[in-house]
């Protein structure tokens, strides 16, 4: 009997994981949601990602031609850490990109930074 109940609340708390695991908590989502907003206001904004110099972003007032345009990025960067990766120092990938290693010479910070992958993800 007592292992039974043993077994019953392991399968209980395995159940309780999985539904945790499964959907994803609208407070997560909304969360993401926030931070893409905020990401925004930082890539938009001159005096930090000043991302609209050399990109074309919807919405985006005045884009630059240099880089290429912000579309699909979660299609051209399925893993996000990637994304992230370029955008800490996009000169590991390529060491003659005219992008500033924005994490590296710590123009963003890491949060910063953080919110600015969720916006351009999200494009």
Known sequence: MHKFVKTLAAAACLSTLAAGLAAPTAAVAASSAEMAKEGKAIAFDRKKGNCLACHMIADGVSPGTIGPPLIGMNKR?????????????????????????????????EDEINKVVEFIYSL
């Open 77 to 109: 960067y399925p893993d996000k850490a990637k994304l992230r990766a370029q955008i800490w120092d996009a000169t590991k990938a390529n060491p003659e990109t005219a992008m500033p290693p924005f994490g590296r010479h710590h123009v963003l910070s």
